[in-house]
Each structure stands twice: as C-alpha cells, then as structure tokens.
C-alpha cells in the first residue's frame, strides 16, 4: 500500500483489525453485501488462536451441561452448512465415547446424545449408534474394562486454511488484506476513523480512513480497545489457554475418540495427518501475554495422562512429536473456572449518535464464525442501509464448488490427469486445495514440471501459489499454517525453503491477493 503522503487517504465502509477467523469471516460477507473492506494482520492470516484449535466444526457435546443450548444448537446447524461450503477442508468424522463406569452414567450419556442428534436438524450426518467395544475395531486399542460405547458425529476442518479461503474470497469480492501490517492507532473523527498502521517487514507508516471500526483481535481485543483505540469499556475477556500434543499415529482405524476425564472434562484422541493421533485440549486460564501460549510439561503430561486410562498402551511424553498452545479469548461472564466459561460470543457497539462505530468481538468458535458474521453485520446494519442480505450459507468457498461426498472422485481423476502423482499426493492436494489443485498443477506433464521439490511432494509449483494467492512469507506460514508438513520436512529442508522464499519474495509484494 502506498505512503499516505503519496496520495489521498483511502476511505473504506470496514476496517477491520485481526485476521483471524472472525475477521476475515467478516470480512468477506461484508464484502459479499457490497461494503468496502480492509483488514489489518499484526503477523500471519490464522497466526495465533485460529490455527491453534482441535480443528473441529462440532456442536460442543459437554455444552449442553452447562445449559449453553442455543450455542449448541447454533453450533449443530453450522456443522452442514459449513461442510456443504468447504468439502476439501472439512470432512464428516465419526467419535467414539467409551462408557465409563465411574463417571458419567450410560443413561445420561445416551439422552445427551439424543439431544446432539436432534437439536440441530441433522440430515447428511449419521446418527448416534450403541457399541460394544468388544467386538468392534474401535474397542481394540482400549483397556479391556471399557466394553460399552457410544459413536455419534461431527465434523473436522482445517481451521488456518479456513482461515485463508475467508480472506481469498473477500479480496475475491473487493476487500484489501494486509498482513504483518499492525493497526498501532485509531481514533474518532466524527462519522470516521482515523487508522494508523505499521508494516512490521518494512517500518513504513500508512493511513487509512473507515466508517466503521471492528476489532476482531480475538486474545488481543482488549489491548486493541485499551491501547490503540483508547476507549473506556466495562467488559472484560478471559483467556483461556488450550494446549495440544500430537504423537504418532495410536490405532488404525478412521474414527475418532472422546475420553471423559475425573476432573469433569474431556479430551480429544483424533486421527491426524494420516501418520498421527492430535489429542486435546486442556483449559487452563492464561496470565500471560496472548503470544506467549505454550504447551507446558504439566499440560502435556495431563494429555498422556488422560489418554492412557483408556488405551491398552500407555501414551508418554516420549511419544510426542509436536506440541501447540492457542489463547481463546472468552467473554468473562464470571464463571468459577475455565472449563465453565461461555464459549457463546457477544458483540458489543461502542459510539455515541452520530459518531463512527467501534464493534468489539469478544468469544465465539470456530464452529459458529460465519454466523457470528451475520450478527457482527447486523448489529453495523443501521450505519449502512444500503447493505445487502445475509448470503453466506453453503456459498463454496474456493476450491469447495463440488459435492461432499465426491472428493475421492477429484482424486482420482486428478490421479488420471497427472499420472505422475501417486494418491497420497493427489489426496493432500485435494483436501488442501479442492478444485483448485489443477490450477497448481497446471499444463505439467511430469514432477520435474513443477520446480523444485522442497521434501514430501512439496514444490515450487505450490509454493508459489501460496506466494502470490494466499500471503504465505515464511516457511512457518507454509509448513505450519498453509500445511502441516512441518510434520515431516526435516530442519535443514526447512530452512531451504525459508532460504528460497526469501529469495523470491518478490512474489508476495507483486501478488493481486495481497495488494
């Protein structure tokens, strides 16, 4: 963007600060309604919360103990909606709960379960079934006194490449999306904001104008709203760290687990990355800076912990091969724990008549963002009354114009249009990019077409798609945001593809994406 001394200040309908998922969710159905956007990212698209969940489009099954039904049912509707949008990035997934007789009884499960199936209005998912655990595969890996469960649905989803398709499909409608560029200011002047920013790759100073200000800083809102926009506010947020491990790979088959803990809550053993198990999460209220979130050694050894008094092999701190840590940021509606805190989100207009709107953020999901969206823009409705309807539901996003269940289907063709793919490949391809793999690929008629190969099918051909049409400057963001092939490229092919990028980054600056 060029200097404001250059030229005039550009003036836009939303600025809006964070690219997280909330962000750019609103980002791109405003822009869909015919509003002018900006948003501004201090560091990467999906840089902290929004790449650091379980990665599930899920209902919340142990919200319904705290009441949270309208979430919940929220949440159960948005799982189809969301999945008929993004057939490449989410997917259905089957969970087991074992019964546990110590815990919650069988009777309380199964009307918990009566309730998630029936909510939501569910029809492509299918319903909730009785196992027993000793005859079916499931019940292999598990400690023999664990003979009774239960397996119901939900969904999973890449939640960085969510994140990322979002802010495609806006600038694809008309927003602006920086990156590594911080809002360090903002302020009132009259019906408009005053918005300063800083390039954190260059230094520069730009400014910016909007009608509309949303702060959608997810764990950084009240630094935003205390520090850069400098408003005196009554609510408060609680941060709320949860922390993941990820081990090889625990048990063959395709389903995975929900394991209720002593301690009242759960955790998540979930197949990952086909060669992995991501089990999850812990709820521990974090001090701290929001960028400072790790997974500790206790939260690690609580994961193993909580995991082996189900399975039949015990899980150590040996077995972990990557840990994360993301910071939610949730509404502090004073609940006594962490655990207990309303993960609904609320949305809160700042500004007097006449004066340019502050909409702040607080909470929310990865499940309910595109209706957090809605409500984030209906609650703008009144400053713009020449916006356009709601539009978002099962509008695919790039790369998800094909049917739930045909994404074997784009593989294999995709296998027979490249033969020199093997299905691995064309898979990851297909779940990261969906239709959109073929534009990658392009007129190649062998590997050697597609540039360099940085390690495990990894080339040139789509980095550079990442490059120029999806902001990626680092090898972070393409290993571990963009992919998780940080799992497997070694260190120094890491630090080749770092090495690479910067030598091409010319690429990012010429991009029509992030321009």
């Avoid at 489009?57 to 509707?77: K, S």
Wanted: glycine content about 8%; some cysteine.
């Amino acid at each position: 963007m060029p200097s404001s001394a250059s030229r005039d200040i550009e003036v836009f309908d939303l600025a809006i600060i964070g690219g997280g998922v909330n962000g750019t969710g609103i980002a791109r159905d405003a822009a869909g309604r015919g509003l002018s956007v900006l948003v501004c990212e201090q560091g990467d698209l999906a840089g902290a919360t929004s790449s650091a969940s379980t990665k599930l489009f899920h209902g919340g099954l142990r919200y319904l103990e705290y009441y949270e039904f309208r979430l919940v049912r929220e949440a159960l509707i948005e799982r189809e909606t969301l999945l008929v949008a993004m057939p490449h990035i989410s997917w259905p997934l089957r969970f087991v709960l074992p019964h546990h007789k110590g815990l919650r009884p069988a009777w309380l499960l199964r009307l918990g379960l009566f309730i998630y199936d029936h909510l939501g209005g569910r029809k492509l998912l299918p319903p909730t079934r009785t196992l027993d655990l000793r005859s079916d595969p499931a019940g292999k890996p598990l400690k023999p006194e664990f003979a009774r469960g239960f397996e119901y649905s939900d969904c999973w989803v890449e939640d960085s490449r969510l994140v990322v398709l979002n802010a495609r499909d806006a600038v694809a409608r008309g927003a602006k999306v920086l990156t590594r560029m911080r809002c360090t200011s903002a302020s009132r002047e009259g019906e408009l904001w005053d918005v300063t920013l800083e390039d954190a790759v260059t230094g520069e100073v730009h400014e910016v104008r909007a009608r509309a200000l949303v702060n959608a800083g997810g764990p950084w809102v009240d630094d935003v709203i205390r520090n850069r926009v400098r408003e005196n506010v009554s609510d408060r947020i609680r941060l709320v760290r949860g922390s993941h491990i990820v081990t090889r790979r625990l048990f063959e088959h395709d389903r995975a687990y929900i394991f209720q803990n002593a301690d009242g809550r759960i955790v998540f053993a979930i197949p990952y990355e086909t060669d992995f198990t991501l089990i999850g999460t812990t709820d521990r209220d974090h001090q701290d800076g929001p960028g400072s979130a790790r997974c500790t050694d206790e939260e690690r050894d609580y994961l193993c912990a909580s995991v082996s008094d189900y399975l039949a092999t015990p899980v150590t701190a040996d077995d972990v091969v990557w840990t994360y840590s993301g910071v939610r940021p949730l509404y502090d509606d004073g609940a006594t724990s962490a655990t207990a805190a309303t993960r609904d989100y609320v949305l809160k207009v700042e500004g007097r008549p006449g004066e340019a709107p502050l909409l702040n953020i607080f909470g929310g999901k990865i499940t309910t963002y595109r209706r957090l969206a809605e409500a984030a823009l209906a609650k703008l409705a009144p400053f713009f009354p020449r916006m356009g309807p709601d539009w978002t539901a099962r509008v695919p996003m790039p790369g998800g114009d094909f049917a739930v269940d045909a994404r074997d289907t784009l593989v294999d063709d995709l296998c027979a249009s490249y033969p020199f793919l093997d299905r691995a490949w064309a898979l990851r391809l297909v779940r990261a990019y969906g239709t959109e793999a073929r534009a990658i690929l392009g007129e190649a008629k062998t590997e050697a077409d597609l540039g360099r190969n940085f390690g495990h099918d990894l080339t040139e051909a789509e980095v550079r798609w990442l490059m120029t049409r999806e902001w990626a400057r680092t090898a972070d963001d393409v290993l571990w945001r963009r992919s998780k092939l940080g799992l497997r490229l070694t260190p120094d092919e890491a630090v080749a593809l770092d090495a690479w990028m910067v030598e091409h980054r010319a690429l990012v600056a010429g991009s029509t994406a992030a321009a």
